[in-house]
Antibody, heavy 121, light 110 residues
Framework: QLQMQESGPGLVKPSETLSLTCTVS??????????WVWIRQPPGKGLEWIVS???????HYTPSLESRATTSVDTFNDQFSLRLHSVTAADTAVYYC?????????????WGRGTLVTVSS | QSALTQPASVSGSPGQSITISCTGS?????????VSWYQQFPGKAPKLMIS???RRPSGVSSRFSASKSGDTASLTISALQAEDEADYYC??????????FGGGTKLTVL
């Protein structure tokens, strides 16, 4: 069964770069059937889709974060990453990695446990 | 892109049915049959409950059903149980390869 696990620093200083990695096990990133995504949830608030990435590196970003977010995929290690530049307190959130069903179906069917990232000096 | 609109809270007694609405626009729900619903318990990751408006993944109780009319999608939980108490989120394809969530609805089982 596919499992996903986020990793990265839990504390980032304002104006610096948030960096997270998602490791996939029990399956492979190299598939035509799925995309790989980052979603975040500020404390006590709703979910926000950030970016989807395909195994070949194709990406789709949410417009509001496109200028600050970068994602990449490492198919050899079955990992994908998120970098969010110039962070502020508003970027404090639980960050989830998830699998998104492709081929035009688009729901998020497998999620990591999430990792809390706090932006504070 | 604005979040889809959900009621902040709904409540019901065990055995009753409740419906959670999710209102968008012609840019998202109204023009695409790609609405999904997620259940989230406190401190846990969301879980996919419904995909493509009304498709239930394997393992999801048949008490959960969903539909769409115009710009509004709806999730119905029948025969409400205490274990259904959670937050529920809708999501939709919003065109141009983007996706949008609702603000979430807290379900309280009285």
């Amino acid at each position: 069964q596919l499992q996903m696990q986020e990793s990265g620093p839990g504390l980032v200083k304002p104006s610096e770069t948030l960096s997270l990695t998602c490791t996939v096990s029990g399956g492979s990133l190299t598939t035509e059937d799925y995309w790989w995504v980052w979603i975040r949830q500020p404390p006590g608030k709703g979910l926000e889709w950030i970016v989807s990435i395909f195994y070949d590196g194709a990406t789709h970003y949410t417009p509001s974060l496109e200028s600050r977010a970068t994602t990449s995929v490492d198919t050899f290690n079955d990992q994908f990453s998120l970098r969010l530049h110039s962070v502020t307190a508003a970027d404090t959130a639980v960050y989830y990695c998830a699998r998104q069903i492709g081929r035009g179906r688009w729901s998020f069917d497998t999620w990591g446990r999430g990792t809390l990232v706090t932006v504070s000096s | 892109q604005s979040a889809l609109t959900q009621p902040a809270s709904v409540s019901g007694s065990p055995g009753q049915s409740i419906t959670i609405s999710c209102t968008g626009s012609r840019s998202d729900i109204g023009n695409h049959n790609l609405v999904s619903w997620y259940q989230q318990f406190p401190g846990k990751a969301p879980k996919l409950m419904i995909s493509e408006i009304s498709r239930r993944p394997s393992g999801v109780s048949s008490r959960f059903s969903a539909s769409k009319s115009g710009d509004t999608a709806s999730l119905t939980i029948s025969a409400l149980q205490a274990e259904d108490e959670a937050d529920y989120y809708c999501a939709s394809y919003a065109g141009s390869n983007t996706f949008i969530f609702g603000g979430g609805t807290k379900l309280t089982v009285l």
